[in-house]
């Protein structure tokens, strides 16, 4: 045999190809063994063997080729080391299966390629007997190409799926019988103008897949000699044969004009037949409308309320109908050959015959409102929409229009005018009044916000009165009663008279008493907020022990604000809702929270108390018009939400600045 570089071996065949090879053949075993080592070698297809551990013991040269190879460097080898990574569990499952099998063996999966994709290719292998004596059992095995069978497969369903697609959406109603008329396939738009869907190879159904058919006269025609019938036994067609009308399970009925064809094999026999057909209903309602437009043609023109009039392409008139000639106060002897003219008003005629020359040149048809002169030299204001009558070339031959009286359009026109202009005037008038309006309503308002600044003022200020009588009066005169108390216990103490300790009790009460009524007073003391104070101060808002309610607060982590104004307005509204809550919400728990995100600043007071009834408008009081209106001082919103039983959310929304 040829070993991988082209040359004959003359030792020992099993290096190059594992079958011993014949120099010189002496005898006819020697010669036969020869050829088929040569058939073996030059094989146009891969033959391999291996062992039952899956290592090459004979390649030829097709093989060596495929897995691009030296044959040298593959006897010996590994065959799973050529299979694709992926692949080596079928490789692993095809030798199981050769040594339990005595029969041929076939896996399909791709060999190793790093120059290209992965080869498709299978494996056929077959276990036979090495020639040596007591000889390991062997797996001669085919390797086949699949690359191209692939390839073609891959062709065919492509061509396949374009059939397919061009079959299914061709707006034609196609479908196909075998030679005995069972139905085979059918796209969508034959069920569509069957109304129905048939069953396929059905010995019930042949031929057509309608639920019943007609001829065009409305005779039954049976399906046994419909048109796909006929060409199946070979007919031949004329003209009237090819429509029919078809009918679904749901009664209605189509027209249709059919074309069959029949298929035949290499040696001329009928073996099916296509058909297409084409629905001509809408053609055959056209007609039929054509038809009736006609007749409703003559009688528009004769008894038509509109003046309908024909003129040749040198103005004359050749035809008027008879409201026409009433519309003018002619009669039709009397218009036919006048020109157009002749009966136009001396200020429209300008323009209406450079439209005409235009229309009859050009083709061009136009619209246009005009006056003629009547035969008693009045004047009839008309609409007059005129178009171009061609020849069978396409070349304009008369000109054919319709005119309406519009005299009464006209006056109601001209009397709409009269009134535009006079209520023009009197929207100016109005709008003078609506300006005036507007500058009173508008120092109005801005008087109620003056009222409403003072009224903010006002509570501003009696709150901070308040908190000042009860810091420097009630606490200081309560403070001097604790010292007197305990003055007294001192010298009670000393003269024995009574228990000091009572009198201690006392001082402690009063001292308790003036830390409670510090608070109150710091609680009601009018306090300035600025961005730096405003955490802080919210911070000392909530732990104040005046309040009955625990009291929480939220910050968002890194939390800052820069404007002074808004702080202070934020802590006020904050305040005055902690305040309410501990009045009214009988809550377990209020919580202050107050964040940052991309729109703006949030501060929200909830509570999980009683709510506000149904009943009440919580916007309609004093606290919320307050605390609104610091919240629009500082170009902010207020929202207050309340279920019963559910709390109250009172929340400022402070939009970021633009």
């Not at 040298?72 to 694709?84: E, P």
């Not at 063996?105 to 290209?116: C, D, G, K, Q, Y």
């Not at 139905?183 to 309608?210: H, M, Y």
Request: aromatic share 6%; proline share 3%; with cysteine.
């Amino acid at each position: 045999m040829d070993g991988a570089n082209g040359t004959r071996n003359s030792h020992n065949g099993h290096k190059a190809a594992g079958r011993a090879a014949v120099k010189y053949p002496k005898t006819e075993l020697e010669a036969a063994i020869q050829r088929y080592v040569d058939l073996f070698d030059f094989a146009p297809i891969a033959y391999v063997s291996f062992d039952r551990m899956g290592r090459i013991k004979e390649i030829n040269r097709a093989a060596a080729r495929l897995i691009k190879t030296t044959r040298k460097r593959l006897i010996g080898s590994s065959f799973a080391v050529h299979v694709r990574k992926e692949d080596s569990g079928l490789f692993l499952n095809h030798l199981l299966r050769c040594r339990s099998s005595k029969t041929r063996v076939e896996t399909e999966l791709h060999l190793r390629n790093r120059a290209s994709a992965p080869i498709p290719i299978q494996l056929s292998s077959a276990p036979i007997t090495s020639v040596r004596r007591n000889g390991p059992l062997l797996y001669q095995t085919a390797i086949v190409d699949l690359t191209e069978r692939q390839q073609a497969e891959e062709a065919i369903r492509q061509s396949e799926l374009r059939y397919r697609t061009l079959f299914d959406f061709v707006p034609v109603a196609v479908y196909s019988c075998d030679a005995k008329g069972l139905i085979q396939d059918f796209n969508q738009r034959a069920v569509e103008l069957w109304g129905r869907e048939p069953r396929k190879n059905d010995t019930r159904e042949k031929f057509c897949g309608s639920f019943k058919m007609f001829y065009p006269d409305g005779r039954p025609m049976p399906h046994e000699k419909c048109p796909m019938a006929r060409v199946l036994r070979g007919e031949t067609f004329e003209a009237g044969d090819l429509e029919v009308l078809v009918e679904g399970n749901n009664g209605a009925r189509r027209n249709v004009l059919v074309s069959p064809t029949t298929l035949r094999d290499s040696r001329g026999k009928i073996i099916g037949a296509i058909n297409c057909f084409y629905d001509i209903t809408e053609r055959h309602r056209t007609e039929k409308a054509l038809q009736q437009s006609e007749e409703r043609y003559r009688a528009i023109v004769s008894q038509s309320v509109v003046g309908m009039a024909r003129a040749d392409l040198e103005g004359r008139f050749v035809f008027v109908n008879q409201k026409f000639c009433e519309m003018l106060g002619y009669n039709e002897a009397e218009l036919i050959g006048k020109t157009v003219r002749a009966v136009t008003h001396p200020k429209d005629r300008e323009q209406n015959m450079r439209l005409f020359w235009r229309l009859s040149v050009e083709g061009k048809p136009y619209e246009l409102e005009k006056r003629f002169l009547r035969k008693d030299g009045s004047i009839l204001w008309t609409s007059v929409s005129a178009s171009p009558v061609p020849d069978g070339t396409g070349k304009t031959q008369s000109i054919v229009a319709v005119i309406i009286d519009i005299s009464d359009r006209k006056r109601a026109q001209a009397e709409l005018e009269d009134a535009t202009s006079y209520l023009e005037f009197r929207v100016r008038e109005q709008t003078r009044e609506l300006q005036a309006a507007n500058k009173e309503l508008k120092k109005e308002i801005k008087q109620r916000k003056g009222l409403e600044g003072q009224i903010l003022e006002v509570s501003d200020r009696e709150q901070q009165r308040l908190g000042i009588e009860l810091h420097d009066g009630l606490c200081q005169h309560l403070t001097a009663i604790a010292f007197m108390a305990r003055a007294t216990a001192v010298r009670l103490k000393n003269h024995r008279v009574i228990d000091p300790d009572d009198i201690e009790k006392i001082a402690e009460l009063v001292n308790n008493a003036a830390n409670d009524a510090r608070n109150l007073a710091r609680a009601l003391h009018h306090i300035d907020v600025d961005s730096s104070d405003l955490v802080p101060a919210l911070e000392d808002l909530v732990d104040r022990e005046i309040w009955k309610t625990p009291c929480r607060l939220e910050i968002a982590r890194g939390f800052q604000i820069e404007n002074d104004t808004a702080a202070a307005q934020l802590y006020r509204i904050a305040r005055e809702a902690v305040i309410n809550a501990n009045k009214h919400a009988q809550a377990r728990e209020i919580v202050v929270k107050l964040d940052r995100s991309r729109k703006g600043i949030a501060l929200s007071i909830s509570d999980n108390g009683v709510g506000i009834p149904a009943s009440m408008d919580a916007s309609a009081g004093m606290g919320f018009h307050i605390m609104s209106q610091r919240a629009k001082s500082i170009g902010g919103r207020l929202e207050i939400a309340s279920r019963k039983h559910s709390g109250t959310r009172v929340t400022c929304h402070l939009p970021n600045r633009k």
